[in-house]
């Protein structure tokens, strides 16, 4: 059974920062896109940054722009979200996403809570 194990989500006050990182042995990590998703309460859940294989491209939701980066580390099998100048509205569940393009194969972690709140 694959897993991604997320960590790094938590409380902090709007302007705060956070880093998630998700990790996983149980697949090819450096083939497949990783991406963050998030669910905020009572919405669906939604893109917030993917970074392809290789790392050569990136996308963010405009909601996040400039103010998270995602990153991979294809030899630790790591992919990272650095959220700065976090908002109230940034608070939800955030997922890892992993997908291999063209083979309808993804896995997804099992979420981490982040909180934005004064």
């Known amino acids: 059974q694959v897993q991604l194990v997320e960590s790094g989500g938590g409380s902090v006050q709007p302007g705060g920062s956070l880093k998630l990182s998700c990790t996983s042995t149980?697949?090819?990590?450096?083939?497949?896109?990783m991406g963050w998703y998030r669910q905020r309460p009572g919405q669906e859940r939604e893109l917030v940054a993917r970074?392809?294989?290789?790392?050569?491209?990136?996308n963010y939701a405009d909601f996040v722009r400039d103010r998270f980066t995602i990153s991979r580390d294809d030899v630790a099998n790591t992919v990272s979200l650095e959220m700065n100048n976090l908002k109230p509205a940034d608070t939800a569940v955030y997922y890892c996403?992993?997908?291999?393009?063209?083979?309808?194969?993804?896995?997804w972690g099992q979420g981490t809570r982040v909180t934005v709140s004064s």
């Open positions: 149980d697949f090819a990590f450096g083939n497949y896109y």
């Open positions: 996403h992993a997908a291999l393009i063209g083979s309808g194969r993804g896995y």
């Open positions: 970074i392809s294989n290789g790392g050569a491209f990136i």
